[in-house]
């Protein structure tokens, strides 16, 4: 009988293999017993601890004599506020708006009636406004423009006549003549051909004087009536008439009765037409006409004269708001033709621009008192200017937020250069108690039946326990302030 294949390849594998099977066998075996051996050994350390571990019991902490302060911390970046643009209207000029002076150099400030630059030998002076300066100002125009002018002026102690008025007229004309003098530069020269308009217009009101004169003359003369001559002449007619007709009824005259009374109506008619009052219509129209004329010439001699007065170009103001301003960039140089921005102004005053979620922001205000640190460690003081809520950005899903302004205290030059352009974080205390209180963790404070705050006290034997009402006050830093009848280093309880 053959022996089985499979069971003599089998037989095969273990016999050739026994050794490497012996091995397998002690290593399980081994693995065995150290798993049931590391269950019975206990090292040193842990038997230690196990006997030392206390049985469970209350969590207490002492109560603290300690200050509690209540802050919003938020981040903000420092700049210069409301930066813009600087350009200057120079289509008035008639030429190239070569610049030719007064550069300001960066960090440079401007104060109303500052030089912001010399353009063609004529300055740029700097006002308080909102309004650009869009056409030059003299005697006779009228608009918003002139009362932002007539408003600067005053505020910078120049009297300017009725700063009500929208009108520019001479006393505003003086008043930019005081301007001109106040900044050292002399008004601007009235147009080409103004004093040849000044003389001609003169000239012309002397002729309408004289044409008046000649005017009021013959109305005069047109109005006095006959001559004492001719009131004679006349009467002595009638009365030769009235003799004619009277020797005509005696039978001595020429002249028959008839004739002699035709005689006496005629020369009577003709005395009463001699005597009567003149028609003075047309001379007084003469004389009308005259002054007409004279009103005429008057006012070519007034806007001609008007012409003269001060005046201001639009090339040679600039109205800025929220004065003073400093000067971030520079674009020009001297020799340069000013055909875009001159230059780049901000808020004369360093900032502190934040933003804050709206519950912090409602616990902020005005005038308070905020920290932060500057790039160096130095801690700087500064105060919140405004707090005003965001306009909502469109897909923003974080919540209402609020801008909150704030101006470092009485910073040093070499310190707000050093602030500027950094993200720093400001600390703004909201609350602190006045000196050192009792405080405990929140997780001391339970509820009574009525609402009221309370602690459990812990004595000697933390098995006994005894609850105390309190009165809560300020919440900070995981503290709150607590009074009642307890004393500092008294333990309570804030688990088990």
Do not use: C
Not at 137 to 145: A, H, Q
Not at 304 to 325: G, I, N, Q
């Amino acid at each position: 009988m053959k022996p089985d294949p499979a069971v003599s390849g089998w037989r095969r594998v273990l016999q050739g293999n026994r050794v490497l099977w012996v091995l397998a066998a002690v290593a399980i075996v081994s693995l065995i017993a150290g798993v049931g051996v590391s269950f019975l050994i206990v090292s040193p350390g842990q038997a230690a601890a196990d006997a030392a571990a206390p049985e469970p019991g209350l969590i207490t902490v002492p109560i603290e004599s300690r200050e509690l302060s209540n802050d919003v911390t938020i981040r903000g970046d420092a700049a210069f506020a409301d930066a813009v643009e600087v350009k200057i209207e120079t289509g008035s000029l008639g030429g190239p708006a070569v610049v030719t002076g007064r550069v300001p150099e960066v960090g440079a400030t401007f104060e109303p009636t500052s030089v912001a630059l010399e353009v063609t030998g004529r300055p740029v002076i700097v006002l308080p406004g909102d309004l650009p300066a869009y056409r030059t100002l003299s005697v006779g125009l009228s608009g918003p423009d002139v009362l932002q002018l007539k408003a600067a002026l005053v505020s910078i102690g120049i009297d300017v006549g009725d700063p009500s008025s929208a009108t520019f007229d001479s006393a505003t004309a003086s008043a930019v003549a005081a301007l001109y003098d106040r900044v050292g530069y002399p008004t601007p020269d009235a147009p080409e051909g103004t004093a040849e308009a000044v003389r001609g217009a003169r000239d012309g009101v002397r002729a309408a004087e004289d044409g008046v004169a000649s005017a009021r003359r013959a109305l005069a003369q047109a109005q006095a009536g006959p001559s004492n001559a001719e009131r004679i002449e006349q009467d002595n007619l009638v009365r030769a008439a009235e003799r004619a007709l009277a020797e005509a009824k005696a039978g001595k005259g020429q002249l028959s009765v008839a004739d002699a009374e035709d005689q006496l109506r005629l020369a009577q008619a003709r005395r009463d037409e001699a005597l009567a009052p003149r028609d003075a219509s047309d001379a007084q129209s003469s004389l009308d006409a005259a002054y007409a004329g004279l009103d005429a010439a008057n006012e070519v001699l007034a806007d001609a004269s008007d012409s003269t007065l001060a005046f201001l170009p639009a090339s040679e103001v600039l109205y800025l708001s929220a004065l003073p301003r400093r000067v971030d960039e520079v674009k020009v140089e001297r020799g340069t033709i000013l055909q875009a921005a001159a230059m780049l102004v901000s808020g004369a005053t360093l900032t502190i621009n934040a933003s804050a979620a709206e519950s912090d922001a409602k616990l902020l205000e005005v005038g308070a008192v905020a920290s932060f640190a500057l790039p160096d460690g130095t801690e700087m003081a500064a105060t919140i200017s405004s707090v005003a809520p965001r306009k909502a950005e469109a897909g923003s899903g974080s919540g209402p937020r609020y801008d909150v302004v704030l101006a470092p205290t009485d910073p040093t030059p070499e310190q707000v250069e050093q602030l500027r352009g950094q993200n720093v974080r400001v600390s703004i205390s909201i609350g602190s108690t006045d000196g050192a209180v009792l405080a405990v963790p929140l997780a001391a404070l339970t509820a009574g039946p009525g609402g009221e705050s309370r602690v459990e006290v812990a004595g000697d034997d933390d098995e006994k326990t005894r609850l105390v009402e309190v009165t809560t006050g300020l919440a900070a830093e995981g503290f709150v302030e607590i009074t009642g009848d307890i004393r500092e280093g008294e333990l309570v309880v804030v688990g088990r």
